[in-house]
């Protein structure tokens, strides 16, 4: 199969995933496309679960035994990784949740106590779109109920797009969170991460 430059080989990405293999339906390959309420794994991440179950399962940062030791390497060693793809300065940097909603909910509630100049109080503003799952709503509309920060919306055009014709009135001097999705699950736009 021959690629067009910037477009993923579907069929390359499928053989990574042991459960596509599956046929339903009569025959038909299954296609999954419930990744919100949960994503399917790839073969490695299968094997390097496997792999830490059966040789390195124990507590982080808890014992002083071998497997101990390797269970906390392990954990760091995947920080690091982790802060070296997005470029943080540190592993201090990344942090490990269940998932996007617990991450979101945390930051959410953090920042409602942190210290200047992160907190997020009466005085300052939080801009989400429209386009938002859920999870990148409610987190914010708690913490703006809680603080008293006012709470501001991009909205969207006809053709289901940010409406930015608005931009520095909805970002502002006072804005300290502007949270949204790269890729809205619901429509498929994604959204202008630069701008």
């Given amino acids: 199969m021959t690629i ?5 080989d579907t069929e390359a990405i499928r053989k990574d995933f042991p459960i ?5 339906h ?16 790839p073969r490695q991440v299968l094997d390097a679960l496997n792999a830490y179950y059966e040789r390195h399962n124990a507590n982080v940062h808890r014992g ?13 060693g995947a920080r690091d990784k982790v802060a070296a793809f997005i ?18 909910n945390l930051v959410a509630n953090m920042l409602g106590w942190a210290d200047e100049p992160y907190r997020v109080d009466h005085e300052t503003e ?24 006012k709470l501001k919306w991009f909205g969207l055009t006809d053709d289901g797009r940010l409406d930015l014709s608005n931009i520095d009135e909805i970002i502002t001097e006072k804005t300290k969170v502007v949270s949204f999705v790269l890729v809205s699950n619901i429509m498929g736009t994604v959204n202008p991460v630069e701008t």
């Fill in 4 to 8: 067009l430059p910037g477009l993923l």
């Fill in 87 to 104: 470029n943080a300065p540190s592993r201090d940097e990344v942090i490990f949740t269940k998932n996007a909603s617990e991450s979101l």
């Fill in 126 to 149: 939080i801009v989400i779109t429209e386009m938002e799952h859920h999870s990148n709503i409610v987190p914010w509309q708690l913490l703006s109920q809680r603080t008293g920060a």
């Fill in 26 to 41: 009569d025959g038909k390959k299954i296609v999954y496309l419930d990744s919100a309420a949960t994503s399917q794994k």
């Fill in 20 to 24: 596509l293999d599956r046929t339903v």
């Fill in 64 to 76: 002083v035994y071998t497997i101990a030791e390797e269970a906390t390497a392990l954990y760091e």
